[in-house]
């Protein structure tokens, strides 16, 4: 592991909604708390993207996007 220092990211992929909330939000806590200096990233993907559960769990809202993927071309 690098050192504590050193910043760590996480990104999570989703498909925009979660299936066993709150525990997401939980574990990412935990991650908070097992991995110093660790901040985590959100992208949903999909119609269906709750911004805020994807906020819940990255606690920043500068941290979370998404893309439906339905514009036209």
């Known amino acids: 592991?690098?050192?504590?220092?050193?910043?760590k990211i996480i990104?999570?992929?989703?498909d925009?909604?979660?299936h066993?909330?709150?525990?997401?939000t939980e574990m990412a806590d935990l991650l908070r708390q097992q991995i110093d200096n660790s901040d985590i990233y959100a992208y949903g993907t999909g119609?269906?993207?709750?911004?805020s559960e994807l906020t819940a769990i990255t606690k920043v809202t500068t941290r979370c996007?998404?893309?439906?993927?339905?514009?036209?071309v």
């Open 1 to 7: 592991m690098r050192p504590s220092y050193v910043p």
């Open 11 to 14: 990104y999570l992929l989703s």
């Open 16 to 18: 925009g909604r979660t």
């Open 20 to 24: 066993d909330y709150p525990k997401d």
């Open 47 to 51: 119609e269906y993207v709750a911004i």
């Open 65 to 72: 996007s998404s893309s439906s993927f339905s514009q036209k």
